[in-house]
C-alpha cells in the first residue's frame, strides 16, 4: 500500500485546512493521521476504522478536526478548522491492518511521507 498525503500549507490562525491521503486498495486498513511538530515526538491525532464506522481523536483535536474515507476516491481526509499555532506540524497518514483502530504507531504498516501544515498567529 503506498500513501501520499497533500494538502498542507500555510494557514492562519482560526482558520481551516484540509489534508488528503490517496492510497491504493487500502479499503481493510484502518487509518490514521499522525503528526510530529519540531522538537517533539510524532503523535497520534485522528484515526478511522476500514468500515468508517469508527473515529477517534486526540483530546487536543477533538471537536475541531474530522476525519472521513471516501472508498470511491481511496482517500482519507482530515479537515482541520479551527487551526491553532500548536496544531503547526508534518502530519503523516498511515494504514493499519490492525482489526482495531489503535493509536499505536507500531501497529501501522504503512506510511505516507508527510505534508507540512504551518500556522500563522
Known amino acids: 500500500v503506498q500513501l501520499q498525503a497533500s494538502g498542507g500549507g500555510l494557514v492562519q490562525a482560526g482558520g481551516s485546512l484540509r489534508l488528503s491521503c490517496a492510497g491504493r486498495?487500502?479499503?481493510?486498513?484502518?487509518m490514521s493521521w499522525f503528526r510530529q511538530a519540531p522538537g517533539k515526538v510524532r503523535e497520534f491525532v485522528a484515526g478511522?476504522?476500514?468500515?468508517?464506522?469508527?473515529?477517534y481523536y486526540a483530546d487536543s483535536v477533538k471537536g475541531r478536526f474530522t476525519i472521513s474515507r471516501d472508498y470511491a476516491k481511496n482517500t482519507v481526509y482530515l479537515q482541520m478548522n479551527s487551526v491553532k499555532p500548536e496544531d503547526a506540524a508534518v502530519y503523516y497518514c498511515?494504514?493499519?491492518?490492525?482489526?482495531?483502530?489503535?493509536?499505536?504507531?507500531?501497529?501501522?504498516?504503512?506510511w505516507g511521507q508527510g505534508t507540512l501544515v504551518t500556522v500563522s498567529s
Open positions: 478511522i476504522s476500514w468500515s468508517g464506522a469508527s473515529t
Open positions: 498511515a494504514a493499519s491492518s490492525s482489526p482495531e483502530l489503535t493509536t499505536n504507531q507500531d501497529a501501522y504498516n504503512y
Open positions: 486498495t487500502f479499503s481493510l486498513y484502518a
